[in-house]
């Protein structure tokens, strides 16, 4: 099965479309963590406080979303302890059958384009000849700035390893404007410019349920850009940011979806993890009841969010 259609049926049997994001800020993690860690080397002590965080919070969502979306950053910054509890994160997410979106942001030109996609969602050669998977993510956001020649080595990996991507075409900051809503000789902005090139790609494979797994990083605080290009990429999916604690709100998120409520994924952090609870509460809470917070925030997210679809979309498929 495609992977774009294992992702909606896991949204509409959750009624969900919202993913959690893995962001694990060591300073915010609850204090209990770091008291149970068994290693006395400071990077391999970090790495075992992430990886156990991460799996308590799979544990306690696994039910509810779809998916999860781990932001390499804050993997990467503790250098190869850092990136193998991000391997191992992964692994545990998909076998408790989560859709994972590693949210890198990668791409460069020729076979470095190449490395990233294979090292990624691909496969990478092993000295014997063969190839195995090495991150293993079933989604992988991209950067489009380098032209379309940087763009396919991804979507080459998409196809032969029934994998997706998400392209970042409008995202959710305060200075996205300074490039993307730059006008081009076309007289449509930078964001719209991408946004031709994904959909034109995206025709190349769609699944059963007629969308792409090539798809596209449209922010909820920019509503209105968010309907014109939700009109250009009809077969994309967006994955959506900026909803909870950067300003967007569940309003912000409509024009991301088809009338079909189908569409989006709309991913919240800070919001599930640490904004939910005072850092006094969650620094000295329980197990417990720090989990109990998350599971409160992740299905507050989705009544939110399902119930203004189904207004805005009463005829949706779910």
Do not use: W
């Not at 992702?7 to 209990?32: A, C």
């Not at 509503?223 to 309003?251: D, T």
């Not at 919240?268 to 409160?296: P, T």
């Amino acid at each position: 099965m495609n992977i774009i259609d294992i992702l909606i049926e896991k949204t509409i049997k959750t009624k969900n479309p919202t993913v959690v994001g893995l962001d694990p800020d060591i300073g915010k993690i609850p204090e209990f963590y770091k008291s149970e860690v068994k290693s006395q080397d400071p990077f391999e002590a970090v790495a075992e406080v992430i990886y156990n965080f991460n799996k308590d919070i799979i544990d306690t969502v696994f039910e509810l979303v779809p998916a999860v979306k781990p932001q390499m950053a804050f993997y990467e910054k503790y250098g190869s302890r850092g990136v193998a509890a991000l391997e191992k994160t992964v692994a545990y997410a998909k076998s408790k059958g989560l859709v994972v979106v590693e949210d890198a942001k990668r791409n460069d030109i020729g076979n470095t384009a190449e490395a990233y996609a294979d090292g990624h969602i691909g496969k990478v050669e092993m000295t014997d000849g063969s190839f195995v998977p090495a991150i293993d993510a079933d989604f992988l956001t991209i950067t489009p700035f380098l032209g379309s020649e940087s763009l396919r080595p991804f979507y080459n990996v998409c196809i032969k390893h029934n994998k997706g991507v998400f392209v970042l075409a409008k995202t959710s900051n305060i200075g996205s404007g300074e490039i993307q809503d730059v006008i081009t000789p076309k007289g449509i902005t930078v964001s719209q410019s991408i946004a031709q090139s994904i959909s034109t790609q995206a025709e190349r494979f769609c699944g059963q349920y007629g969308y792409s797994p090539i798809g596209a990083v449209v922010g909820a605080t920019y509503p209105e850009e968010a309907a014109v290009l939700r009109k250009m990429m009809s077969k994309s999916y967006f994955l959506v940011p900026g909803y909870g604690a950067q300003g967007g709100g569940a309003e912000d998120i409509l024009p991301c979806f088809n009338e079909d409520g189908l569409g989006a994924i709309v991913n919240s952090s800070r919001g599930i993890l640490y904004a939910h609870m005072r850092e006094e509460e969650r620094q000295k809470c329980y197990r417990e009841e720090y989990l109990q917070s998350v599971r409160r925030a992740t299905i507050y997210m989705r009544e939110n969010i399902y119930g203004a679809l189904k207004k805005e979309y009463p005829n949706m498929v779910y």
